[in-house]
């Protein structure tokens, strides 16, 4: 079956602008994450949607970040402003439950210059 | 708090030799374990996964691990390197009461004709 699906698989942009990244998790997983991976700090943790559960926002580095999950399926990252540290690849993941193997998009590289 | 190290940051072995990459699991309960590969400019792929059930693991590729609890080690093997095994792999450990996944820095792993 299809996998999870992200779009762009590759955004440019200028500082200081806005950018939306797009996830499409894989049909009937109720669990969606967001994770950042980036040379200087490997692979973190950015925010978990469960089901219609409040989001764990823990990991989100700053207040320019934030993301929504409509209709427990779709999800959008946003980050406002953008800075050059954000540079990185973002990838989303899927999971059937909260606790079971998460499967992973093939990411968005997204470069501020 | 859960963590993950993996002992060797590269790994090199020549072709049609065992492989073997090294981690070693912090955690204050039973934990899920999981290894990722990561192929140059690809998603993440999950290989295998421990969830408390038999301590080896058979995984895709050849590929296996060993949960041992005394050692707090989850090292990957595989019999024989081919070259296609060339690539990044991290070891996971879920962090139970949030779902999410916590990598360790990866190990690359280099296969020699």
């Known amino acids: 079956g299809a996998g999870v699906s992200q779009s762009p698989s590759n955004k440019v942009t200028e500082k200081g602008k806005d950018v939306e990244l797009r996830c499409d998790p894989i049909s009937g997983h109720t669990a969606l994450y967001w994770y950042r991976q980036s040379l200087g700090q490997g692979l973190e943790f950015l925010i978990y949607f469960q089901g219609n559960s409040a989001p764990d926002k823990s990991g989100l580095p700053s207040d320019r970040f934030s993301a929504e999950r409509t209709g427990g399926s779709v999800s959008t990252l946003t980050i406002q402003r953008t800075q050059q540290e954000d540079s990185a690849v973002y990838l989303c993941?899927?999971?059937?439950?909260?606790?079971?193997?998460?499967?992973f998009g093939p990411g968005t590289r997204l470069t501020v210059t | 708090a859960q963590s993950v190290t993996q002992l060797d940051s590269h790994v090199s072995v020549s072709e049609g030799t065992p492989v073997l990459l090294r981690c070693n699991y912090s955690s204050s309960y039973s934990p899920s374990l999981f290894w990722y590969v990561q192929h140059p400019n690809k998603g993440l792929q999950l290989l295998l996964k421990y969830t408390s059930a038999a301590t080896l693991v058979k995984g895709i590729n050849g590929f296996e691990a060993e949960f041992k609890k005394s050692e707090t080690s989850f090292h990957l093997t595989k019999p024989s390197a081919h070259m296609s095994d060339a690539a990044e792999y991290f070891c996971v450990v879920s962090d139970r009461s949030k779902g999410k996944l916590i990598f360790g820095q990866g190990t690359e792993l280099s296969v020699k004709p």
């Open positions: 993941a899927s999971s059937l439950y909260g606790q079971g193997a998460q499967y």
